[in-house]
């Protein structure tokens, strides 16, 4: 899946719902651009029912374009949020139409199969709690960063000790003591150590 570029915060969202209220065309064009990732999050879910994922891609951007023609920011929510809505809308009303125009069937007849290999039907995903999307895709986003910052500002130290305490990079984990035993060192020098790590790393997520 090729990449897309990064999401607007809120506050150039707002100002790029602004422009476009205001009738700037290229606004949109930004809104669009900028939300495309998002349509390629909502397809993942997707991708097991047997569709071309470029094809759906296609599909979820239909329904993004609704979303950012038809946006209300006066109703408080993110542009985000109700996109994702439009998206999803968009590509259940495709499966229901392809299904609808070869022969009659119900919501509960299988569409295709999750990770698990378990079937699924239209139901399961009509009826699936909604996630918090953009949520979701900061959490992310930071998690990328947070492996990026360990990676580049920290010491060989100071990464090996966030490494044991946190469990990162699929590792288990420690107590500041399980972590002196094995380096050597005492339970009050790795805590130092952590601390400054850790002050490194919230300097970085500031800037």
Known sequence: MKAFKKPLTAEEERDYVERYRLGDAQAK?????????????????????????????????????????????????????????CIDNELLMMFRTRKK????????????TDK???EISLLDIIESPPEDIIERMELASDIEKLYDYVDKILT??????IRLRYGLFQGEESTQRE?????????????????????KLREAFSK
């Open 101 to 112: 125009s070869s022969r009659d069937v119900s919501i509960h007849e299988p569409i295709g």
């Open 29 to 85: 064009d930004i809104l669009i651009e900028r939300n495309l990732r998002l349509v390629a999050h909502i397809v993942k879910k997707y991708q097991s029912v047997g569709e071309d994922t470029e094809d759906l891609i296609s599909i979820g951007t239909i329904g993004l374009i609704k979303a950012v023609t038809t946006f209300d920011a006066d109703k408080g929510s993110r542009l985000a949020t109700y996109a994702a809505r």
């Open 116 to 118: 698990e290999g378990n």
């Open 156 to 161: 060989d130290r100071e990464k090996e000790i």
């Open 179 to 199: 972590i002196g035993a094995k380096l050597g060192i005492s339970r009050s020098y790795v805590s130092r150590i952590e601390k400054k790590a850790l002050w």
